[in-house]
């Protein structure tokens, strides 16, 4: 069991390190704000998209962390189960929240892409000018 913690534990650092990395692709909220504001070069578009891309890295990461939990709760199931379904101690609030991760994910791919296209379109303009 010990062995299985310290497997599970390393996993999760070089995880969390790949995932740093990623982050520092991400806005904070203000730039972010600040950045949709005023986007109008393909080197913006090409900057949200980034943002975008790494908050989809995120929640993927974060939704296969709870998919795991799932399976550790159903694998030993817990009182809450049956008396407090959806508490935070449950394999139906990981898979919850599993499935909301992935489709915000899937959002975030999806504004990606949208901001790679106006990138593109906006350069063809700017080449034509």
């Keep these: 069991m010990k062995r299985r913690l310290a497997v599970l534990f390393g996993a999760l650092l070089l995880a969390g390190g790949s995932l740093a990395a990623e982050r520092t692709r991400e806005l904070s909220k203000k730039d972010l704000n600040a950045l949709l ?3 109008k070069t393909p080197r ?5 998209a980034d943002h975008f891309e790494a908050k989809a890295l995120k929640y993927e990461a974060e939704a296969a962390e709870h998919a795991e939990s799932a399976k550790g709760y159903r694998a030993r199931p817990t009182g ?3 008396k407090h379904p959806m508490s935070p101690d449950t394999a139906a609030h990981c898979d919850y929240l599993a499935d909301s991760l992935g489709k915000a994910a899937k959002e ?4 990606a892409a949208a901001h790679e296209s106006v990138a593109k ?9």
């Design 44 to 48: 913006d578009h090409l900057r949200l």
């Design 80 to 82: 809450s189960e049956q």
């Design 108 to 111: 975030a791919r999806k504004l």
């Design 121 to 129: 379109n906006e350069g063809r303009w700017a080449a034509r000018e």
């Design 37 to 39: 504001a005023v986007a």
